[in-house]
C-alpha cells in the first residue's frame, strides 16, 4: 500500500531549463507536503513544503504546486543548475500527527551541462 | 545547532550479533523518528516518539528490533540478533513539527 508516489525514477534536464518533478498520494488525510533533496552518502535535506490550505509555495528557484482534487503536486526548479542533480523525495504527513511522513520512492535528477 | 548527529556512521557486525545505532536530536526537537532505506522499500518510518515518549511503532519490522529515547536528546534502535536482510541505511530525524531534520545516517551491513 503506498501511500505517496513518485512515478518516474529518473529525470534528465538541460542545465538552464525547468525540471519539473511529480508525486501522487492516495491518502486524503494528508494536510502537509514537503520535498526533500538526497546527495549520496548525505541525509535527506529538507527543500520546501505546502500546506493543504495553499495551491502553490515559492522559495527561491523552487516551487511547489499542490492540487487536492487530483491528489497531485510538483516541484518544479527554474533555472535547473547542474548542483541540483540529486535523489528528489516526495513525502507527506497529518500534520498533527507531529511531522510522520510517508515517503515516495524518489525521482533522481541528472542536471547535465 | 549541530543538526541531528548518528553514531556510527558505518557499522559492519556478524550475523547473530546486536547491533546498537545512535542519535541525538536538535536541541529542542520534540518529535524524534526512526526510518530505514533499502533499495526495494525506499524510505520506511520504523518509529517515531514525541517528548521521548513511543508513540507509533507499527513499522518496526519484527521483535529483532528495538529503540528507546531515555532522554530528550538521546535515542537508540537496537537489533538483536542482526540478521543479513537488516542490512541498509538508518536514519533518525527530529522535528518541531514542520519539517523533519535528518541525520547522516548509518550504513549497517550484515555478513
Known amino acids: 500500500d503506498q501511500q505517496v508516489k513518485q512515478n518516474s525514477p529518473s529525470l534528465s534536464v538541460q542545465e538552464g531549463r525547468i525540471s519539473i518533478l511529480n508525486c501522487d498520494y492516495t491518502?486524503?488525510?494528508?494536510?502537509?507536503f514537503l520535498w526533500y533533496k538526497k546527495y549520496p552518502a548525505e541525509g535527506p535535506t529538507f527543500l520546501i513544503s505546502?500546506?493543504?490550505?495553499?495551491d502553490k509555495n515559492e522559495d527561491g528557484r523552487f516551487t511547489v504546486f499542490l492540487n487536492k482534487s487530483a491528489k497531485h503536486l510538483s516541484l518544479h526548479i527554474v533555472p535547473s543548475q547542474p548542483g541540483d542533480s540529486a535523489v528528489y523525495f516526495c513525502?507527506?504527513?497529518?500534520?498533527?500527527?507531529?511531522?510522520?511522513?510517508?515517503f515516495g520512492q524518489g525521482t533522481e535528477l541528472s542536471v547535465k551541462p | 545547532d549541530a543538526g541531528v548527529i548518528q553514531s556510527p556512521r558505518h557499522e559492519v557486525t556478524e550475523m547473530g550479533q546486536e547491533v546498537t545505532l545512535r542519535c541525538k536530536p536538535i536541541?529542542?526537537?520534540?518529535?524524534l523518528f526512526w526510518y530505514r532505506q533499502t533499495m526495494m522499500r525506499g524510505l520506511e518510518l520504523l518509529i517515531y516518539f514525541n517528548n521521548n515518549v513511543p508513540i507509533d511503532d507499527s513499522g518496526m519490522p519484527e521483535d529483532r528490533f528495538s529503540a528507546k529515547m531515555p532522554n530528550a536528546s538521546f535515542s537508540t534502535l537496537k537489533i538483536q540478533p542482526s540478521e543479513p536482510r537488516d542490512s541498509a541505511v538508518y536514519f533518525c530525524a527530529s522535528s518541531a513539527r514542520g519539517p523533519a531534520f535528518f541525520g547522516q545516517g548509518t550504513r549497517l551491513t550484515v555478513v
Open positions: 505546502i500546506s493543504s490550505i495553499k
Open positions: 513525502a507527506a504527513s497529518v500534520y498533527n500527527q507531529g511531522g510522520k511522513l510517508i
Open positions: 536541541s529542542g526537537h520534540d518529535y
Open positions: 491518502n486524503s488525510m494528508f494536510d502537509y
